[in-house]
C-alpha cells in the first residue's frame, strides 16, 4: 500500500495541536490523543491515519511552557523534533505552527523586547521549518480567548517583531496575493471551530498540488 503524505502540526505545548487534529479527522472518537489536559502529553512521533482521511497526521510533541517539567527533559523533547525534521521533512507536504494567541505578548516581551540577545521560539522554530522547504500555515489559535481589540494588538505586535527576524506574515485571506517570502497566517479557534473550513480548503489544496508533481 502506498504510503500516505504527510501533514506536520508543530508548537509549543498546550497550544490545542491535539484539538485542531481532532478537527482534521472524519473520526475524531478514535484518536486518542489527549486535548488540552495535560501539556507535553503527546510524547510519541507517531503518524496519525484513517481510511477516509487522504493524509496522515503528525502531531509533534510540545515542548517549551512546560510547568512540570524540567529544563532537561524540554531539550530532550526539542533535540527529539529537530532530529524527526531533519530526517522526514520530505515526508510533509505541508506544516502547521501551531501558536497560543494568549502568549505571543509574553514571548515576545521577554525574548525580543526585553532581552534582544534572544529570539522568540515561535520564530526560531518557524525559521527552522522554512530551512527545508516545508510550506507553512502559521495557526494563531485561541483568539476566542481575546478581545478584539487585544487581538488586532497581540496580531500587529507579533507581524512587526517579526521581521526582525526576516519573517514576513499574509492574512490566509490574501493567499493568492502571497509572495514567494511571505507565510500565511489564520485567526483560529479550536473551540469555536472558526475557520475550521479555511483551514481544511488550504490544507486539501496542498495535498491535492502534490498528485501534480
Not at 163 to 173: A, N, R, T, V
Not at 182 to 201: D, G, M, Q, V
Amino acid at each position: 500500500m502506498k504510503k500516505k503524505p504527510s501533514l506536520l502540526i508543530i508548537g509549543n505545548s498546550n497550544v490545542g495541536k491535539s484539538s485542531i487534529t481532532r478537527l482534521l479527522l472524519p473520526n475524531p472518537i478514535k484518536f486518542k490523543g489527549k486535548a488540552g489536559k495535560k501539556p507535553g502529553s503527546t510524547s510519541l512521533i507517531k503518524p496519525i491515519s484513517q481510511p477516509n482521511l487522504p493524509y496522515q497526521i503528525v502531531d509533534l510533541p510540545g515542548f517549551g511552557y512546560m510547568k512540570h517539567s524540567s529544563r532537561r527533559r524540554e531539550e530532550h523533547i526539542k533535540r527529539q523534533i529537530i532530529i524527526h525534521i531533519e530526517n522526514h521533512n520530505k515526508d510533509y507536504f505541508f506544516g502547521l505552527v501551531v501558536l497560543n494567541a494568549l502568549r505571543i505578548e509574553d514571548e515576545i516581551n521577554k525574548y525580543f523586547i526585553q532581552n534582544k540577545d534572544t529570539i522568540p521560539l515561535s520564530f526560531e522554530l518557524i525559521n527552522f521549518l522554512k530551512e527545508f522547504g516545508i510550506p507553512l500555515l502559521i495557526i494563531i489559535n485561541k483568539i476566542d480567548k481575546v478581545s478584539h481589540i487585544d487581538k488586532r494588538r497581540i496580531i500587529n505586535l507579533f507581524l512587526e517583531s517579526a521581521k526582525e527576524y526576516d519573517l514576513s506574515f499574509i492574512h490566509l485571506d490574501n493567499f493568492k496575493d502571497v509572495k514567494e517570502a511571505e507565510l500565511p497566517f489564520l485567526e483560529f479557534s479550536a473551540l469555536k471551530k472558526t475557520n475550521l473550513e479555511k483551514l481544511r480548503k488550504i490544507i486539501n489544496t496542498y495535498q491535492k498540488n502534490i498528485k501534480k508533481v
